[in-house]
């Protein structure tokens, strides 16, 4: 026995030893790729030397002699840090993720081929000037020397995702970095799925009134009548199940209430303290770890320039230069429009024109796919744009017999001169000459908000559709594709696009909020990404006479809710201080102490208090109870709470409160009955998964930010090693805003906010600060993977500096890049 249990011994010491040095092993192979910032390097892409100078938060400082210097010095630092990332990012673009990943992503790019970004991306090379393409191919000549080195030195194939798939890595081209922004397009565009969500309400619903109840106009002047969809094409069910992309992180189309949005708000020196504009900034997009930010300044010929980059790309996409700050927010132009295409029942490769049938544009695409045998699609385009397949945006429920869906869409340019725009931006010295460079700008739309030393500006960029006064839905909802009404006639001109330069308040901001109303179809939407935001930052800017940095960082980080303070009393009127006493335990009981916490609440979202889950649940079961009986399995597609909708309710607006009756039952329910009961509902959901301590209940337990790995973020135990999350406050209406996801287990998980803060003081601009959401490393054994990811969390920045020397004298390595002889 003793021999047996001494080689037992022995059998599990050595599987121990053999644990260690595979875990050993596979340290030592990923952490080949960690680059090594103190180097020297002799390439043949530069004129000059190059000085890469990261600071004590691994901000790279570029130098060059030469602009084209300095890109390719971004370029080679981007691919450093982030190349997985970028590589990601042009597969996703081209279409390419089944090459590596298999059958599981061949639903995105079967997407993004009919889209065809990518080879639309390659003609717009032409359209750049002479100066964007030069910056472009430098960049490109960096990334690349970059790819050299990893195969040169072996160092780890570039990112330790490349061991586990393992795919060759084409050298970058000019064209690649076009794509990212056509792809990023994708990423804040919501129109599409609104259409198609409008018609399918539309076909649930009798009543018109219902409809605007449910999906609300932003406020301000009323919209007129739209046809129903149902009389546009009778043959549809009311009611059909529908079809999504499958949820992937690598998806590039965003959930239902997760397009763009942003914060941006300016000052004129008359409301600063110190006499000097000030300019802040915050974009939201969708988590992931690392982020999609990437802080960098670069030194260019007009001077420093210092911001938030996106890897591929080689601008500053929202920062600022010694005298001209620039902050972005999505405009939410309605840019893109569903055409129903009759085909000729004759010829199914034919469709319907205002000049008879016409042959699609077709031509085949294939799409390898690892372990599988190529796939050969068929890409077909009509005059409105590409033809999309039913399966997905739930298109096959909304799209008659014998018909097919197109899709008009700014992005889809083969002239796509927006990155033009953005380098002429970052050499802008002016409010003036940077509105003079955006004209160039096509897509996806933004709201560009401007200060230089003495001047403000917003500025709505971007291509926006001219239509016919005639178009049959207003571009609201599909529309037949062969009626010349319904179709685009160009874009409207760049003079005609929202301007506000100065205004005599001297305060500008936008929170994605409507910014003017004109009528059809001089308009810029009917879909607004906040309703709710914009009411709490008037409050604040109004609040003071003069601003200062700390009091915009203040108002940035803002956790206060308007929604919860202008709803609340309206839910909860005749439910506060009406009950009887009840015991411990009792559902009754645990209503009171509910409502007694919410009464003494002040609508602040933090983190640490339990108010803010009790309001966000019972808000929920409450909009889920109001339209469940009237939109059955459509329901389940609102999964975020729309407050107009509920204000309208409870207000009984245009007769809204019949929302609250249930039609299947004989009685007549009231809408404080219907608050009881999702009280309730949210209470009993709230125990089976927070606990019946209400009193111990967290906000940021429910509400933590999820910077997950695109794929390594579901791998067991290692996503513990990949994946950042965090407890955080605010919520989806509040300035400091953290979009929950609305769907699972976890329906209040941040999925959506703020990668990149800034704000800028032009009266000391190198007291401007700035930070990102993780780290500026995409590689986890980095030490600057997620480094900044606690400041964000705790509201706090790091300096935004263009002093060179104080980089130096902190900086955690200097790179010198050496020209060839």
Not at 254 to 259: D, K, Y
Not at 490 to 506: D, H, I, K, L, T
Not at 574 to 598: K, N, S
Request: net charge negative.
């Amino acid at each position: 026995m003793a021999l047996v249990f001494r080689w037992l011994m022995r059998l599990a010491a050595g599987l121990v030893l053999l644990v260690v040095a595979g875990v050993g092993l596979v340290y030592f192979l990923a952490s080949q790729s960690l680059p090594d910032y103190d180097r020297e390097l002799t390439v043949s892409g530069v004129s000059a030397p190059v000085e890469i100078v990261r600071d004590n938060n691994d901000v790279p400082h570029i130098f060059g002699d030469s602009d084209a210097d300095v890109f390719f010095g971004l370029g080679y630092a981007h691919a450093q840090d982030r190349l997985w990332q970028m590589t990601m990012l042009r597969r996703t673009a081209q279409g390419r993720l089944s090459e590596v990943f298999g059958a599981r992503t061949l639903p995105i790019d079967r997407l993004l081929r009919r889209f065809d970004i990518y080879r639309l991306a390659m003609q717009s090379i032409d359209a750049q000037d002479a100066e964007t393409r030069a910056a472009l191919t430098a960049y490109a000549a960096g990334v690349n020397t970059r790819l050299q080195e990893i195969n040169h030195r072996a160092l780890g194939r570039g990112a330790p995702e490349m061991f586990l798939f393992n795919a060759p890595v084409a050298p970058w081209q000019p064209g690649d970095s076009l794509a990212i922004i056509k792809l990023m397009g994708l990423q804040l565009s919501g129109h599409l799925s609104n259409e198609v969500l409008r018609a399918r309400t539309s076909l649930m619903l009798q009543d018109g009134d219902r409809l605007r109840d449910i999906l609300p106009d932003a406020p301000g002047t009323g919209v007129a009548a739209l046809p129903e969809y149902a009389a546009l094409f009778p043959d549809l069910p009311r009611y059909a199940e529908g079809q999504r992309l499958p949820d992937s992180p690598l998806s590039p189309v965003p959930a239902p209430g997760l397009a763009g949005a942003s914060n941006s708000f300016t000052a004129a020196p008359s409301r600063s303290a110190s006499g000097g504009t000030l300019l802040a900034n915050d974009p939201h997009l969708g988590f992931t770890a690392p982020a999609i930010w990437y802080l960098a300044r670069m030194e260019l010929a007009t001077g420093g320039v210092i911001g938030g980059t996106i890897p591929g790309m080689p601008v500053i996409l929202t920062g600022r230069s010694t005298g001209l700050g620039w902050g972005l927010t999505t405009a939410y132009v309605d840019d893109q429009d569903l055409f129903v295409e009759k085909l000729n029942p004759d010829n199914p490769e034919e469709y319907l024109t205002p000049d008879g049938y016409k042959p699609f544009e077709s031509r085949p695409s294939i799409i390898e796919v690892k372990d599988e045998a190529p796939i050969t699609l068929t890409l077909r385009w009509t005059e409105n744009g590409p033809v999309l397949p039913g399966s997905t945006y739930d298109l096959e429920t909304v799209t008659p017999p014998g018909h097919v869906m197109a899709l008009g869409w700014t992005v889809l340019s083969p002239r796509d001169t927006s990155m033009s725009a953005a380098m002429g931006l970052m050499k802008a010295g002016s409010v003036t000459e940077a509105i003079a460079s955006a004209e160039r700008y096509i897509a996806p739309a933004q709201n560009l908000m401007l200060a230089d030393q003495e001047q403000i500006a917003l500025k709505t960029i971007g291509a926006v559709p001219r239509r016919d006064p005639r178009h049959q839905s207003k571009g609201r909802m599909p529309s037949q594709g062969w009626r010349a009404e319904n179709r685009w006639q160009g874009r409207m001109p760049y003079a005609s696009n929202p301007e506000f330069v100065n205004p005599r308040g001297g305060i500008l901001g936008n929170t994605n909020n409507k910014i003017l109303e004109r009528p059809f179809p001089n308009h810029l939407s009917y879909i607004w990404g906040d309703t709710q935001r914009i009411n709490r930052w008037q409050r604040l800017m109004q609040s003071r006479q003069v601003h200062t940095r700390d009091s915009f960082i203040e108002a940035q980080l803002d956790p206060v809710s308007f929604t919860a303070r202008s709803l609340l009393p309206l839910i909860g009127a005749d439910l506060w201080f009406t009950g009887e006493a009840a015991p411990d335990g009792t559902p009754e009981r645990q209503r009171q102490i509910a409502l007694t916490l919410l009464a003494d609440w002040n609508g602040e979202m933090n983190e640490h208090l339990p108010e803010p889950l009790i309001y966000a649940a019972w808000l929920r079961a409450l909009q889920d109870r109001l339209i469940r009986d009237d939109l059955g399995p459509l329901a389940s597609e609102f999964i975020h709470v729309e407050p107009i909708f509920l204000e309208r309710v409870f207000r009984d607006i245009d007769g809204a409160s019949t929302w609250c009756d249930v039609k299947q039952s004989a009685a007549i329910e009231t809408c404080s009955y219907m608050a009881r009961l999702a009280l309730d509902d949210a209470l009993v959901w709230i125990a089976e998964h927070h606990g019946t301590a209400l009193e111990s209940l967290r906000w940021g337990d429910a509400h933590q930010a999820t910077h997950d790995h695109q794929v390594l973020g579901e791998v067991p135990v290692l996503r513990y090693f990949v994946n950042i999350r965090q407890s955080t406050s605010g919520g989806d209406n509040t300035l400091l805003r953290g979009r929950t996801s609305g769907t699972g287990d976890h329906p209040f998980r941040n999925v959506h906010g703020a990668g990149y803060r800034g704000v800028y003081d032009f009266a000391d601009p190198d007291s401007s600060v700035f930070i990102i959401s993780t780290g500026q490393s995409g590689h986890f054994l980095s030490r600057h993977y997620d480094d900044l990811a606690q400041l964000w969390r705790r509201g706090e920045y790091i300096p935004m500096s263009l002093d060179a020397e104080l980089a130096r004298a902190a900086a955690v390595g200097v790179t010198r890049i050496l020209p060839a002889q």
